[in-house]
Structure formats: structure tokens, C-alpha cells
DNA sequence: CTTGTTTTTGTAACTTTACTACATTTAGAC
DNA sequence: GTCTAAATGTAGTAAAGTTACAAAAACAAG
């Protein structure tokens, strides 16, 4: 992980002093860069030792090897996670706040990625008979998004938010059906039941959700995305995202699967589509 | 231009002496960063001096400011890699792709963004009598979220993808209802219908679109996040993430607006929300 | 509440590093 | 060859970073 990130989420092991000092360099990570030890040492009211213990305890070799890193950290773009949005922020710099944090929510998300049961998936749905995708409040959309894709594809699929109308689907499923159960917590009571029916049933019950939760006790396997999350505070955003690209991810490797005859119905599909739009009149290419 | 490239493209204003400097650092310039002055110049068959000299020749103020300078040069170096899926990458290699290829997409998007017509939003939406979040395929699922999560707040909001329920919402439309369309290529045509009945009716319509296009015609402003996709091969993926961040960031800007006894009233419906879920056995903080 | 122990923090001496002023060398022009 | 100017290096100096150790604070046990 890198350098800022490090330094926010390790916080916790940081003494009295040490923290005065992360809060600084997070605070201004620019400036920190240019000033000497003894200058940022005083900026934080601590003594030059203590920065240079700080710098020793994220494993720099020293505070000029910290400052080399924590530049390149800078330089990378890479998204100032913690960041906390604050009370007179004004529209600019909450978008880039927005933006920074799902980026280091995407990029942890990709590191943490175990592809075994994204594999599986993928296996899953290309023998399917039919597949499913339910969701429940800002988990219904991920699960919309997901059907909206499949709708493309030459397997019967469904979305839906209505509890009865997942119940049906779920009593009537058979093995050979592929169900996708959606849910950032794992805790919504509606959803756990359903998957419980589909999984009695043989059906190939799929979770994206979090590891260890209830709904995942009920599913065949389970696909997480591991994004810290700050839930209490505000609502889910960058987890949501992730299992957007996830999904996207997942059919990325069905259509590959599926060979190339699969791909030519595609381009077909598409062209289908060209009706409902207004054709451009720039040559210019989308 | 960024150190690496100046270094290799000014050669021919250096003396003898700092050509051999310029040669050893573009050579192995990660090698380069974690020496000190004297080291440098000892393995170039220089004197210390020169290479502080070269330096300066930079632009840069000394030694220090070089070697921070060509850290974040090296680090920028490497960004998301825009690879494209081939015939038989597996699916680990896949998956990391797609998440690869949003991360571009989004950070491209994040710098490309204009906070105005932003800002505007926000505006509308705070002083909005209700507020409506259309769209079509792909952007239903993206209308979908952003009505889920206006759901939270006391605004009367609602989503549709249903021509007739869109029709039938622009059509009672009125001065200070605020309508969202969210289309991908603004292109389609009976999206661009309702927002020109909602237009009509004097409400503000809003354009999560793009650019001069037919659907943004009849916005009162148009909100765009210049995502570059190929759209001929794939669906919409990352222009649509991008577009949920884009909708997150006017949520968190909506939310700030209102001021803390607003962010009371979240928290309760948050408390209320609690019902529908089992609770957790541990205590770890989520 | 006191005492002993451990952890944290700061002080001061020390080492390393980078910079400056000046001397020397080198290259080119006449 | 000699003068001039540019380039390079030497040595001293200033500044920055590190280490060892002592003082202070926090903690636990009696």
C-alpha cells in the first residue's frame, strides 16, 4: 500500500506525539515534502527525533528516504484517502475528495481481489439456464446495472427489488440456475431468506457481498470486494462502485468464455440499438 | 515536461562533465535517488560540485530538490494502464484489467471535470420541489442509484426508465422541479423528448450527458465527465462509474448544503434502517 | 497514593550531507 | 604561446539528519 495511505490507517499505532506529526503531513503532504526535519519538527511541536522515529515506524530508512517516499506517493496521483469532507469545503474540492476516495477504494479493491471464486462465477453463469440478480436499496441498482448487461446476452435474466417476486424466482429455481445475491453488509434479513429458498433448491447461489456475513452462510460462494468503508457516517459509495466494476470484471470473462461466435450476436445486438438514437452528424468517433 | 525527459532531451546544454551525470542517472535513475551527492559524483568520475551545478541547470534548488523531484517524475511513470482484454487472458488477468482500466477512466474524469455546472446542481436540487432521475439501458441502473440515495433525504424524488411514467412526470412538470437525464451518448431519442417537455414547463433539467449533444440542447446545463471508450467494442463501463461518482460528489455537496440539522435527519433514517438487517455478533467496527 | 517499571519524549553531541568560495585546470581565440 | 573565459575540482563551512542518553510521562502493582 502506499505511503499516505499507510500513514492514515496506521494511525492507531502511533504514540501521542508521532500522531501530532501524521496529522500534519496529511494534512499538507505537499508542503511537508520541501521542509527540513528540524522545520517540520517544530511546525508540530515535537522534537526531531520523534519525526524521525515516526519515519522509521512506516519503515523508511530515514526522514530523507520518508520525504523521497512519501513525493512519490504524491506523484502518483495517488487519491488522499481519509480525506474527511468538511463543513465549509467548497463544490470543487468535495468532487475531488469524491473521486479521490473511490479511487484508493478501486485500487485496494483490485489488490485484494481473489480471482478463485470470480472464476467460478464466470463457469457458473456460462452453463446457466437462467440467472438472477437481487438487491435490495443501493444494492438494487448494483443488481439492475448487472441484469441491464446480461440483457445483451442470449441467457434469461432478471432483476429485481420486489421481495415477492425474488421469493418466486427463488422457489421455482433449479439446479443450473445461477442466482446473485447483492448486498454491501450481507445483514439484509429479505435477501438472506432468499438466497436460503434458491440454495434448498440446488441452484447455484452466488454472493458479492462480505465475507463471514449471514447472506454468505446461504451462498456457494462468495465474492468480496474488502473496501474500507466508512458506513457509519455517510452511505456506501466506493464499495458500491467496486462491485460495479466487479460485475464488469466478471462479465468481461463471460463474453470472453462464451468465444467469438458469441461476440459476432453481440455486435449485432448493438446494431439493433442504433435505432432508438439520434445518428451523429460529426464524423468524429465516439 | 516532467525531470526525466528534460534530463534526456537537454543534453546538449550540459557541459562534458555533466553529460556524464545526465548518462549515469537516466542509466538507472531509481538507483540514482538513494545515493547521496557524494556517491553520485564519485560513480560519474565527477567532482560534487558539478553535479549540485547540474542541478541548478534544472531548475531545480540543489541536490535534495533534484532527487525529489526525479522521485516523482519515476513515479508518475507508471499510471493505470489502459491494457486491452485479450483472447486468453485468464480471468485473474482480466479482472485486473477492468479494475485497471475504471481507475484510468476515473482519474481522467476527475481531472477533466468542470465544478461549475456542479455546483449549479447542487444549487437547483437544494432548493428543488421534487426531482426526478431518468434514464435508459445501461444509465437507468446509474438514475436508479441516485434516486436511491435522494430516498434518504426529504425531497420527494423519483426514478423511472418507463417512457409513459417519464412522459406523464415531464408533463406535470413545473418551475423549480428539478429533472436529472443521464445518458451515456445523449443520443437517445426518447429521453431527449421528455427533457423537452420538462424544458417547456420551465423546470430545470439537468444533463448527465454529453457535450453538445441532442439530449443536452434542452438542459439548463449539462454535467459531463469526458470519459474516452470505446463503446464500438464493450458496453459503457468506466463513463458510467464515472457518472456514479459524478452523482456521489452532488450528493455529498446536496448534503453539505443543507447544513448540520439536516445531517441529524440522516442519521435517524441510518437508526431506522437498522430494523431490516441481523445484527452483528462481533464487535469489530465495520 | 506511592513506588517501581516501562514507554515515550526531548536534549545534546555527533555524523553525514550538501553547499559556497576560491583555486586550478582546460579549452578556445588571437 | 599567451590571454581570456569557461569548466571543473578542492577545501572549508553550514546545515541537516542521526545516535546515545537522560528526563519526563504513563502505567501497573502494592
Known sequence: MDLINRISSEQSQFSKSERKVAALILHEPEQAIHRSIASLAALA??????????????????????????????????????????????????????????????????????????????????????????????????????QNKFAR????????????????????????????????????????????????????????????????ENCQFTVSTNVPEDTDQYMPMASRIAQLVLIDAIIAGYTLQRGPKFREKLARVKEGLKGSRYSKQTTTKE
Chains 1, 2 share one sequence.
Open 153 to 216: 446476452f442470449d441467457t434469461p435474466s432478471v432483476f429485481s427489488d420486489d421481495p415477492l417476486v425474488q421469493r418466486m424466482w427463488a422457489i421455482n429455481s433449479e439446479p443450473n440456475d445461477v442466482l446473485v445475491c447483492i448486498s454491501h453488509t450481507g445483514r439484509t434479513k429479505a435477501l438472506c431468506e432468499i438466497a436460503a429458498i434458491a440454495h434448498n433448491n440446488k441452484a447455484t447461489v452466488i454472493g458479492i457481498t462480505a465475507p463471514n456475513s449471514p447472506l454468505s
Open 45 to 146: 511541536g515535537v522534537s526531531e527525533p520523534t519525526v524521525n522515529r515516526f519515519c522509521r515506524r512506516l519503515g523508511c530508512k530515514g526522514y530523507p528516504d520518508f520525504k523521497l517516499q512519501l513525493a512519490q506517493s504524491l506523484a502518483q496521483g495517488t487519491p488522499y484517502v481519509n480525506r474527511d469532507i468538511e463543513e465549509n469545503d467548497n463544490v470543487d474540492q468535495i468532487t475531488q475528495k469524491i473521486f479521490d476516495s473511490t479511487l484508493n477504494a478501486l485500487s485496494i479493491a483490485r489488490q485484494s481481489l481473489d480471482s478463485r471464486p470470480i472464476a467460478a462465477t464466470v463457469e457458473a453463469m456460462v452453463s446457466a439456464r437462467k440467472i438472477a440478480f437481487f438487491g435490495f436499496g443501493a444494492s438494487a441498482s448494483v443488481a439492475h446495472d448487472a
